[in-house]
């Protein structure tokens, strides 16, 4: 991770703000043959007796179940829009263009779960996704049969978080008129950039203390 201590959040709660406004993951991990393996999934997160877990499910027999199983160290990487940012902007010249991005690692060790569970967290995940428990979409709202038939193929599990770092990279290093040319440029751009401009906005009166 591009870890520098301008690129950072003012307190833990921001990051774990990002990390649920954004929960569809990069899981990583590493097999029996040091080969590295990922997959993209939605997640939950559930707080208890002051730790932080994630939760999910997998489809059975993937390389990647394969791997979790036999090396229960796992990261998972949450990540935003990104956009270019151009050098023209500065003032200075001869300093290069960049991306300005937002991104989390999340260390952690991986455990499956039973059915029971798996069963529980499908209800959580629909309704959450859904919006609304009444939805035909809804787990409770469907053929038991159907589900239990589907819940054959796939694996519950949490993560237990053990380490958390982050880099928001938002132009923090450059000077106010720098700053705010990026934000104006971006303004104009597409959602991408719209969103990084939104992003840069908010931490603005942090930055630049009148």
């Keep these: ?30 097999d029996t043959n040091n080969k590295p393996v990922a997959t993209h999934i939605p997640v939950l997160f559930e707080e208890r007796e002051g730790k932080l877990f994630l939760q999910a499910h997998i489809m059975r027999k993937q390389n990647h179940t394969n791997a979790f199983e036999q090396n229960s160290n796992v990261l998972a990487l949450f990540v935003s829009n990104y956009t270019y940012v151009s050098a023209s902007l500065y003032e200075q010249k001869n300093i290069a263009s960049t991306l300005n991005y937002m991104a989390v690692h999340v260390s952690g060790t991986i455990k499956f779960l039973g059915d029971e569970e798996l069963y529980n967290l499908l209800v959580k995940l629909t309704d959450t996704f859904e919006g609304n428990p009444n939805s035909v979409a809804a787990i409770k709202n469907m053929d038991a049969a159907y589900v239990q038939n589907n819940m054959k193929a796939i694996v519950a599990f949490e993560i237990e978080v053990t380490d958390i770092q982050h880099v928001f990279k938002l132009s923090q290093n450059h000077s106010k008129k720098d700053y705010e040319n990026i934000v104006d440029s971006l303004q104009s751009k597409d959602a991408d950039g719209k969103f990084i401009a939104t992003e840069m906005e908010k931490i603005k009166d942090d930055l630049f203390v009148n």
């Design 1 to 30: 991770m591009y870890n520098l201590p301008y690129f950072k959040a003012k307190d833990d709660k921001e990051v774990l703000a990002f990390m649920k406004a954004n929960p569809f993951i990069t899981l990583c991990g590493i």
